[in-house]
């Protein structure tokens, strides 16, 4: 590593990019953002030295007719195959999937999955919306009969983002107000409402006017409390929750609070009573309180709603992406019964709501989520990888802290020198070096190492991925490597 990826000492006899590249200004632009940077130097350097020519072929037709966008485009690889745990490129070699795009609960082509879309293809592959039909009222009746709202009702959607627009709409229906408050670095979604809610600066930024009456407040983050910086969260009095208070006191009119209940890209966890205390807060205030479960519910968190870890019940909460049992794109809005005071309203009037296919995925993946007791493996594995995963960061000057929540985890990289620049350069060069030797997985926040493996992953896969793990750690902050 040389002086220029943030590591002391030096140089080194390995070539590296030059600093002052367009690719690298925009990569310490976005140390903050929802996810690692496509527009890394090392992205470049990676593709040019790890993939065969067939590949970087298919990378530029896919660059040349997809329009450019943060996280995305250009991409990193092509896909030829996924099963389980792994995914296959198409030169043939496997990687480890701890990303997934948090939709792969069951892993990749689960065969009860596969089976149910299938058969729902050749019976019925499409329903108007004017007709019921039995998959999505089987989901829907399974997913409220396990609701942590109480008695519910459901709506389903293409994607997490709709789902949140329907929560919102909904709430402004139920309560006749239309401000929320939120978390300033959460994400709910990429759309114009989604992120008039959400509080990441990469999709805020330049946006134009957003949603009226979104009003944000710090999260609740015990590492970077802004209320009592470096202090003990247990005798503070949870001067976050305070501030909510203050701020729909002071508003008077807010009719809902949106928020994740564990931060998913970071694995941010509250600290103790903090939901339970602004749950009060909303009833004190006639807010209803929305928890976005779409990244870390169905079983991630070790309970099937991560809410359920911090007794607090919430009136509506939105589920996505794994729902569709990584095959097929499907949210759900799950809400209290007693909400549905909208019949005259088209709260979400979308031409996939209710389709068959998208739902037989969806009942297979919640089946074997519960059948298979998917969230009980992931309090038990997790607990372990955790330990695991504060040994590396014991072992190893650059991990910084661990922490997680069943399959939800993550390691912080930091510094020796405290430099926040080169603690992102390092887990930058993590990444890579992990990609290279068959593990993928999310850089978050720009130094956090996020690591959400399949529910389904056996133990060996997940020992190999953490050895993966301790070896890059190793070469990413040789400064001579």
């Known amino acids: ?13 390995r070539s590296e990019p030059s600093p002052s590249i367009p690719g690298d200004t925009a990569f310490k632009r976005a140390e903050k ?17 790890e993939h065969d020519q067939a590949t970087r072929d298919w990378l530029a037709r896919d660059q040349a007719v997809f329009f450019r966008q943060s996280l995305s485009t250009p991409c990193l690889n092509v896909l030829s195959g996924a099963h389980g745990a792994w995914l296959t490129d198409l030169g043939g070699r496997r990687i480890l999937d701890f990303h997934g795009n948090s939709v792969h609960h069951l892993g990749h082509g689960h065969p009860a999955v596969v089976r149910a879309v299938r058969r729902q293809m050749d019976e019925l592959p499409f329903c108007p919306r004017r007709y019921a039909n039995a998959p999505a009222v089987e989901l829907a009746e399974l997913l409220c009969a396990s609701s942590p709202c109480g008695p519910s009702k459901a ?22 107000r239309f401000k929320t408050v939120s978390m300033w670095d959460s994400f709910h979604g990429a759309s114009l409402d989604a992120i008039s809610v959400g509080g990441e600066a990469l999709f805020r930024k330049n946006a134009g006017p957003l949603l009226p009456g979104a009003v944000h407040v710090p999260p609740a983050d015990p590492g970077r409390c802004l209320f009592r910086p470096g202090g003990d969260c247990a005798s503070c ?15 008077g009119d807010v009719g809902a609070l949106v928020a994740e209940p564990v931060r998913a890209t970071t694995v941010v966890l509250p600290p103790p ?16 309180l ?16 991560a809410c359920e870890h911090f007794e607090a019940r919430p009136d509506m909460v939105v589920l996505g992406k794994a729902l569709g049992g990584g095959i097929m794109p499907l949210a759900a809005l799950l809400a209290r019964a007693d909400l549905d005071v909208a019949p005259d309203k088209a709260l979400g009037h979308y031409t996939h709501e209710k ?44 991990a910084g802290s661990a922490r997680g929540l069943g399959l939800a985890l993550a390691l912080e990289v930091d510094c020796p020198e405290g430099d926040g620049d080169a603690a992102a350069a390092i887990a930058d060069r993590v990444l890579y070096e992990c990609l290279a030797r068959g593990v993928s997985f999310k850089v978050s926040g720009g130094n956090v190492l996020t690591l959400t ?29």
């Open 155 to 176: 709506l389903f959607a293409p994607g997490g983002t709709t789902a949140v627009g329907m929560a919102l709409k909904l709430a402004r229906a139920a309560t006749g």
């Open 355 to 398: 389709n068959p296919v998208a739902c037989a995925a969806g009942l297979a993946a919640l089946r074997v989520i519960l059948d298979e007791d998917l969230p009980g493996w992931a309090a038990t594995l997790g607990r372990r990888l955790l330990g695991d995963l504060k040994a590396l960061s014991a072992r190893h000057a650059a």
């Open 290 to 305: 929305i928890f976005d479960e779409t990244a870390v519910g169905l079983g991630r968190t070790g309970r099937l709603f």
């Open 237 to 251: 009095g949870l001067r976050c929750a305070a501030y909510i208070d203050y701020v729909m006191g002071h508003e």
């Open 33 to 49: 953002t929802e996810g690692d940077v496509n527009l890394s130097p090392r992205r470049a350097a990676f593709v040019a030295a």
């Open 453 to 481: 493996p399949p529910l389904t992953i056996s133990d060996e896969d997940a020992d190999l991925a953490f050895s993966v793990l301790d070896a890059a750690l190793a070469a990413a902050t040789d400064c001579n490597a």
């Open 1 to 13: 590593m040389t002086k220029a990826d943030g590591c002391p000492g030096d140089a080194g006899t």
């Open 273 to 288: 009573g903090y939901w339970r205390a602004v749950r009060d807060i909303c009833d004190r205030h006639g807010a209803l």
